[in-house]
Structures are given as structure tokens and as C-alpha cells.
Nanobody
Framework: QVQLVESGGGLVQAGGSLRLSCAAS????????VGWFRQAPGKEREFVAG????????TYGDSVKGRFTISRNNAKNTVYLQMNSLKPEDTAVYYC??????????????????WGQGTQVTVSS
């Protein structure tokens, strides 16, 4: 079973940037689609960004398009989320997830079988 560990969250002012990282325990991670999701208090989990197994095809949620960038380094079994121009409404716990058996990019939550523990991102106004 793949274990995912997120890091890089924290407190930042509006307009600032953060880069989240997600390290996987298994090399099979490099052959799966990955995604970032977030959940704010009292809200449903929201898709943020996803990429295919090689990282050359990406997709984003409407609320983060043009501000966030997902990337991956399969040699390091790591996926990243670069977050720029952060807004207070970006405040949430951010989770990375992998979709075993899925090579292409996907936004379907049910296909993501492995999840990290989450990292808190707080954007102050």
C-alpha cells in the first residue's frame, strides 16, 4: 500500500506563495495519476489539481486556474503543488492522492485510493 506524506503547508499573507510537496513510499507511484484536493471547515472536499503519470497532462479546478501549478518528479516519487497569488478562500487542509491503475489525469474522487494525512494552508487577509 502506498503511503503519501504532504509537507509545505503553513500561514501566508494574501498574495503570497507556498509550495506543497507529497512524497510517496512506493515506486509504483510513478505509474499512477495523482491529484491535490482541499477541504475547508464545513465544506466538501474539492478537487484542486491533477496530472497524469508522466506529469505532462494537467487539469485544475476553476477556482485555482492560473494561480496553482501541479508537477511531479517520478525519480523522487514526489508531486508538488505550487500555489501563487493566494487568497483567504484558499485556506483549507490540502491532501494529495494517487489513483492506482489510472495513468491518465482524472478528477474522479472515487478513483483515488491512497491519500495523505493532509497539510494545513492558512491565508490571512
Amino acid at each position: 500500500q502506498v503511503q503519501l506524506v504532504e509537507s509545505g503547508g503553513g500561514l501566508v499573507q494574501a498574495g503570497g506563495s507556498l509550495r506543497l510537496s507529497c512524497a510517496a513510499s512506493e515506486r509504483t507511484f510513478s505509474r499512477t495519476a495523482v491529484g491535490w484536493f482541499r477541504q475547508a471547515p464545513g465544506k466538501e472536499r474539492e478537487f484542486v489539481a491533477g496530472c497524469n503519470w508522466s506529469g505532462d497532462i494537467t487539469t485544475y479546478g476553476d477556482s485555482v486556474k492560473g494561480r496553482f501549478t501541479i508537477s511531479r518528479n517520478n525519480a523522487k516519487n514526489t508531486v508538488y503543488l505550487q500555489m501563487n497569488s493566494l487568497k483567504p478562500e484558499d485556506t483549507a487542509v490540502y491532501y494529495c492522492a494517487s489513483a492506482p491503475g489510472i495513468l491518465g489525469v482524472t478528477t474522479t474522487v472515487s478513483l483515488y485510493a491512497y491519500w495523505g494525512q493532509g497539510t494545513q494552508v492558512t491565508v490571512s487577509s
